[in-house]
Structures are given as structure tokens and as C-alpha cells.
């Protein structure tokens, strides 16, 4: 089949997020219970379900998987990006979660980040797409595969056994890439992270998406310019999966917003679904959004993409509780997407306190930052695809990650 042709990078203009609103279509629910946590243990944020090569969520024997990032929750929510670990997590119903164990033995980097993980049912392995990351305050990171684990089903539970190899699937070229020198010079947060599989729908091709920044030679934090997330992609160049190529990204938000988070595709009726995960403070200069998941839909990989809703909103916060919950991800069920994310921080709108901001939480003592973090799965949201428009159908109860519609259990 024909490789894929790379075409011009798309972009998510000021324009287009000026027109960013909060209506009942594009507004999640105030989360009203405390969900229970799915961990005793650890605080839980990214989550991503184990998916076949073509995408449908994974029942084996009667079990989903799931991976989340976790760390000992001991530690202060801000303090857990520095110790972040990938554990996983199984169901019958996908929904209450039992916790299995770490992935991996020996990963790359101090400490991994998101993450998706694909299974081939002919090799019967795992592939681990994840973040190979340097300690804090460097915060190097590089997309790594770590493949080899298989899956052992039994009555009450599974096990991932077997040993792993690593490799470093690529670094920023400093060209379509923005690499972390380069990005010092401007002094705003920086990426090159969140490998997510996915093969081509038409040419079968194994390739990722990822985050990352476009230099822009901008040196001044104040210019919009320095705002400049892009959304990457990588090529596998060999059938194991090894090794990688570097494509221009599909999508770039240069003067729109700093990061463009997690970035996965939804295919839909032949279009291209893509969403991504952006916070208020990444926002240019002169712009405002909220914590949210933002998508774009198109009718090819490098294709012209329209941000959904007009301005790009899908799913936000509500107004109330502007940080309740972060890192949805949205999986294909039918027409609609279910999209699952977790409970980031409550109660810092509390006027006794005055409100305060995500940004501004590390300052609160620890006990209250602690007590405020939600750190597990919020509820998921199902919300309904209809071409260029979405709309926020229903909220369930826990954090559901529904087998794939068709998929056989
Ligand atoms: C989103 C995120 C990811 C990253 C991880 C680090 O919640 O920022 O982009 O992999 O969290 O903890």
C-alpha cells in the first residue's frame, strides 16, 4: 500500500479560539460525588486503555486493561510528576478496577509519562508506547516503546509477565521540533511526549502522534510567538517497532497555546477526529480558554482540519469547578466517544480562601493540597459525534472504558 504523504501542517489559529465558549453542549457536569479511588495507594491521572492494532479496546478472556501514570500518594499532588510510575489496572465491566502491578522493570528515564499501549494478537505481546523522562527541574523527555510483555488471563485476575526490550523512538530535531535548549531560551514549559499508536486506516502504516513545540525563534515569554505546541508524528521504519522517523506535525497552535497535550485520534465515517488536552494557563498572551479537551476533525492525516464546535471546545470544566477534572481521552463507541480523564483539583474557587489557580496550587500547605486532588478516574462523559459539532450526552457513574462497539468479548 501507498506510504502516507505528508502534507502541510494545519493550524489552530487565535481567530478560531477567540470563538471559544462554554455552552450545556461543550460543559461537563460538576463532578457531585467523590468518586472512590482505584488506588489505595497511589494517586492515578493519565489513563489509557490496552487497544488492538487497529484501535478497538481489548477484552481478553472476559478483562480490560488499563495503564494509568501513579505515584505513592504520600506525596504532594505537584510533586508526583517527578516520580511518576506506569501501573496497571484490570475489570470485567470496565469500570471497578483492580490494581495489577508496575509494567515494567527496567523502563528507560527516571521516570515515565504518558503512554498508550497497543497488544498484536498474533504476537500475543504488548506494545508500551510511554515517556522516558530526566529528574526534575530537567525534565528531558523522549517517546519510548517497551515491547515484549504478555498477558496471563485467569478467573480472578491477569498478569503482565515476560521481559521487555527498550528503545528511544526519537528526539527534536530542532527544526520541526522545538528541542529543550531551544526552548530555555524562552522559558515556558516544553514537550516532546505522550506517544500515542495508532495504524493508518488506509495504508496500514504504524505511526504516533505525540506533543511537542515549533521553534519559533521567539526569546520573549510575553510574545504569543512563544506560545507554540504542535501536535507531531512518528513513522515506524521497521516492522519491531524500534526505530522511528521524525514527520512534520499535523497540527500547530504557534501564538494559540503552549501545549497541546496528549494528542489521540478518533476515526469516524472516514474522517479524522483528532483531540488534544490543553490547559487556561497555556494560552497565548490575549486569549482565554478553559482546562479542557479540544478536537479538530479532518479527512486525512495532514488533511484540512476544522476545530470542532468553531473554536476547537469539546469538553470543559464547568465554571464552577474549573479544575475538577484534566487528560480526557476519548475512544470510539459507535457514533459517540466515551471520554474517560481524572480528578484533578477541587475547592480552589472556595471564596474563603480566594480563588486560586492551577498554577498557584503548590503554595497551599500540603495537607490542604492533598485533601483538594482528586487522583483517580473522574466520571466518564459519552459525548455524541455529529460532522464539525459535539455535544455532551450523558455523565456515568465511575470511569467506564467500554470495550470497542463490534469488539467480541
Ligand atoms: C497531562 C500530562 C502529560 C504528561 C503527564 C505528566 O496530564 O502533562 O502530558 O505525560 O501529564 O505527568
Redesign the pocket.
Known amino acids: 500500500m501507498a506510504a502516507v504523504e505528508t502534507g502541510s501542517t494545519d493550524q489552530w489559529t487565535r481567530s478560531e479560539a477567540e470563538q471559544i465558549e462554554l455552552t450545556d453542549a461543550t460543559t461537563a457536569p460538576v463532578i457531585s460525588d467523590n468518586p472512590n479511588s482505584i488506588s489505595d495507594q497511589y494517586w492515578i ?2 489513563t489509557w486503555p490496552l487497544r488492538t492494532r487497529d484501535g478497538s479496546i481489548v477484552k481478553i478472556d472476559g478483562w480490560q486493561i488499563v495503564f494509568s ?1 501513579t505515584a505513592p500518594n504520600d506525596l504532594v499532588p505537584g510533586a ?2 517527578n516520580a ?1 510510575t506506569i501501573r496497571y489496572f484490570y475489570s470485567r465491566n470496565g469500570k471497578n478496577w483492580k490494581e495489577g502491578g508496575e509494567v515494567f522493570d527496567a523502563p528507560l528515564g527516571h521516570h515515565q ?3 498508550s499501549a497497543m497488544y498484536d494478537q498474533t504476537e500475543e505481546q504488548i506494545y508500551h508506547f510511554y ?1 522516558a523522562v530526566s529528574p526534575e527541574p530537567e525534565f528531558r523527555q523522549r517517546p519510548a516503546v517497551g515491547i515484549g510483555a504478555s498477558i496471563e488471563t485467569g478467573p480472578k485476575g491477569v498478569e503482565l509477565t515476560g521481559d521487555q526490550e527498550h528503545a528511544i523512538m526519537g528526539t527534536p530535531d530542532g527544526e520541526m521540533y522545538q528541542t529543550l535548549e531551544q526552548s530555555r531560551e524562552q522559558g515556558i514549559v516544553y ?1 516532546f ?2 506517544p500515542w499508536y495508532f495504524k493508518h486506516p488506509e495504508t496500514g502504516e504504524d505511526l504516533v502522534v505525540f ?1 511537542a513545540n515549533t521553534p519559533t525563534g521567539s526569546k520573549d515569554p510575553s510574545d504569543p510567538k512563544s506560545f507554540n505546541g504542535n501536535i507531531g508524528v512518528m513513522r515506524a521504519t521497521n516492522d519491531e517497532l524500534t526505530e522511528w522517523e521524525l514527520l512534520p506535525p499535523v497540527m500547530e497552535a504557534i501564538g494559540t497555546n503552549q501545549q497541546l ?2 494528542p489521540h485520534f478518533v476515526f469516524n465515517e472516514g474522517k479524522w477526529y483528532l483531540f488534544t ?1 490543553s490547559h487556561k494557563f497555556t494560552f497565548a498572551p490575549g486569549l482565554s480558554g478553559p482546562d479542557a479537551l479540544y478536537g479538530f476533525v479532518g479527512d486525512s492525516l495532514y488533511g484540512d482540519y476544522e476545530p470542532l464546535n468553531d473554536s476547537g471546545l469539546v469538553i470543559a470544566n464547568p465554571e464552577e469547578a474549573p479544575f475538577q477534572a ?2 480526557w481521552l476519548a475512544m470510539p463507541q459507535g457514533d459517540n466517544i466515551l471520554v474517560e480523564s481524572f480528578e484533578n483539583f477541587r475547592g480552589l474557587d472556595d471564596t474563603s480562601r480566594g480563588s486560586i489557580s492551577l498554577d498557584e496550587v503548590g503554595y497551599l500547605p500540603p495537607e490542604e493540597q492533598k485533601e483538594l486532588f482528586g487522583g483517580t478516574l473522574a466520571p466518564s462523559l459519552k459525548v455524541q459525534l455529529n460532522g464539525t459539532e459535539t455535544k455532551i450526552v450523558a455523565e456515568l457513574n465511575d470511569g467506564h472504558f467500554l470495550p470497542s462497539v463490534g469488539q467480541s468479548g
Request: no cysteine; glycine share 6%; hydrophobic share 35%.
Open positions: 491521572w493519565d501514570l508526583r510528576h511518576a509519562w504518558a503512554g515517556t514537550a511526549r505522550d506533543e497535550e496528549r488536552i484534566y487528560s
